[in-house]
T-cell receptor
Framework: EAQVTQNPRYLITVTGKKLTVTCSQN?????MSWYRQDPGLGLRQIYY???????DKGDVPEGYKVSRKEKRNFPLILESPSPNQTSLYFC????????????FGQGTRLTVV | AQKVTQAQTEISVVEKEDVTLDCVYE???????LFWYKQPPSGELVFLIR??????QNEISGRYSWNFQKSTSSFNFTITASQVVDSAVYFC????????????FGTGTRLKVLA
């Protein structure tokens, strides 16, 4: 089954404790990205990747890192999480860049206390 | 600048009523793509439809229909004979063929269908 898998689904952590949210897709998509969803703001892009070893900042990259060492994986790293990073996070991938629809993971609800 | 506006924050209807969700977009690209996604209470994002800027044909899929009008930069979504299962947040999104490497989302419209 074609899918984008994120883990964990839910996470509560403390300020400053490094964490990684994993994202994996099994569709051989080149384009992958991370979004955060906040009430009243819709989804905003954090980082994106056009291919292996090619990543770039989105609209709200501060406090986040990503890597793309393999085509299927695109982890999101929060080196020192802060309460303003409490949000719902989505990983997405698409087949032909942005001309086709994005497939989204199930979402990761992160709470930083 | 690129932008997607969903002016309706929340809509409530009674089951079997028709409802239209509005989406207005801004882009300077001549080639672009428009999408609708559904986010049910369980939280996942479900793809509903994609349209490219050269295809202004309206589309119908069961109770769902979409009206794309370049003249007014709108891509509206109508649910006919709404059902409780249609209750969700609906997002309209835009992507461009050049420049920005992202899907630009509206802020979403929360639809509540009351039994």
């Amino acid at each position: 089954e074609a899918q984008v898998t994120q883990n964990p689904r839910y996470l509560i952590t403390v300020t400053g404790k490094k964490l990684t949210v994993t994202c994996s897709q099994n569709m051989n998509h080149e384009y992958m990205s991370w979004y955060r969803q906040d009430p009243g703001l819709g989804l905003r892009q954090i980082y994106y990747s056009m291919n292996v070893e090619v990543t770039d900042k989105g609209d709200v990259p501060e406090g986040y890192k990503v890597s793309r060492k393999e085509k299927r994986n695109f982890p999101l790293i929060l080196e020192s999480p802060s309460p303003n990073q409490t949000s719902l996070y989505f990983c997405a991938s698409s087949l032909e860049g942005l001309s086709t629809e994005a497939f989204f993971g199930q979402g990761t609800r992160l709470t930083v206390v | 600048a690129q932008k997607v506006t969903q002016a309706q924050t929340e809509i409530s209807v009674v089951e079997k009523e028709d409802v239209t969700l509005d989406c207005v977009y801004e882009t300077r690209d001549t080639t672009y793509y428009l999408f609708w996604y559904k986010q049910p209470p369980s939280g996942e994002l479900v793809f509903l439809i994609r349209r490219n800027s050269f295809d202004e044909q309206n589309e119908i899929s069961g109770r769902y229909s979409w009206n794309f009008q370049k003249s007014t930069s709108s891509f509206n979504f109508t649910i006919t004979a709404s059902q409780v299962v249609d209750s969700a947040v609906y997002f309209c999104a835009l992507s461009e063929a050049s420049g920005t490497y992202k899907y630009i989302f509206g802020t979403g419209t929360r639809l509540k269908v009351l039994a």
